[in-house]
């Protein structure tokens, strides 16, 4: 009995040193990117890069969720992130023609063949159809403003809370099988409203 005790004490030891060098290179990483982006363009450029890792990592949580990744969070707060976290470039080319055009497609799909309008569809049609219809008072006064920045840090924190009770707890959440890409991406959802709070109130 006290071998098992001292054996199990001794992976929780292995774990916990594990856990404190990722953290470690983590923070390591964290600092090398800030201060690259302050030499190479400033703040400007970090919180532009940074919204383009966050549209990424927002992405692939939803391809995650339609996948293998069926969770009882409300991943559907994925949409509104991408909306008012995409890269201007991006955001423009799908709100003009090109976005009007995949948004027609998805409606006759899902009104007139809806046999053949796989469920996986439903959230990036969504996202089309809400980047081709809103309003330009959140297209672009909301978006652009500090409303929407706190609109993606309110939901990253949820999805991650939410996440960290759905893994049992901040240690589970890490050591999970799927744990830790799902994590990094939530915390990845994270870094860009705070970064671009922090840079504005600077």
């Known amino acids: 009995m006290g071998r098992i005790d001292y054996l199990s004490m001794r992976t929780d030891q292995q774990t916990a040193e594990l856990l404190n060098a990722?953290?470690?290179e983590l923070k390591i990483a964290a600092k090398k990117l800030i201060n690259h982006a302050a030499k190479v363009g400033g703040l400007g450029f970090g919180a532009s890069f940074l919204k383009w890792i966050a549209s990424l990592a927002a992405i692939y949580l939803l391809i995650l969720d339609r996948t293998n990744w069926r969770t009882n969070m409300l991943t559907s707060l994925?949409?509104?992130?991408?909306?008012?976290?995409f890269p201007s470039p991006l955001f423009h080319f799908l709100r003009g023609e090109v976005g009007k055009w995949i948004a027609l497609i998805a409606v006759v799909l899902r009104l007139f063949f809806p046999r053949h309008f796989p469920d996986w569809l439903e959230m990036p049609g969504s996202l089309i159809l809400l980047l081709v219809v809103s309003p330009d008072f959140f297209a672009h006064t909301i978006r652009d403003h500090w409303v929407g920045v706190a609109i993606c840090l309110a939901i990253g924190c949820y999805l991650l809370q939410e996440h960290i009770r759905a893994s049992g707890g901040f240690r589970n959440s890490f050591t999970q099988s799927h744990?830790?890409?799902?994590?990094?991406?939530?915390?990845l959802l994270l870094v860009f409203p705070i970064w671009a709070l922090v840079t504005r109130v600077v």
Not at 78 to 85: A, D, H, R, V
Not at 179 to 185: A, D, E, F, L, M
């Open 179 to 187: 744990g830790i890409s799902n994590t990094i991406g939530i915390i």
């Open 78 to 85: 994925l949409i509104p992130y991408i909306f008012f976290s």
């Open 22 to 24: 990722d953290f470690n």
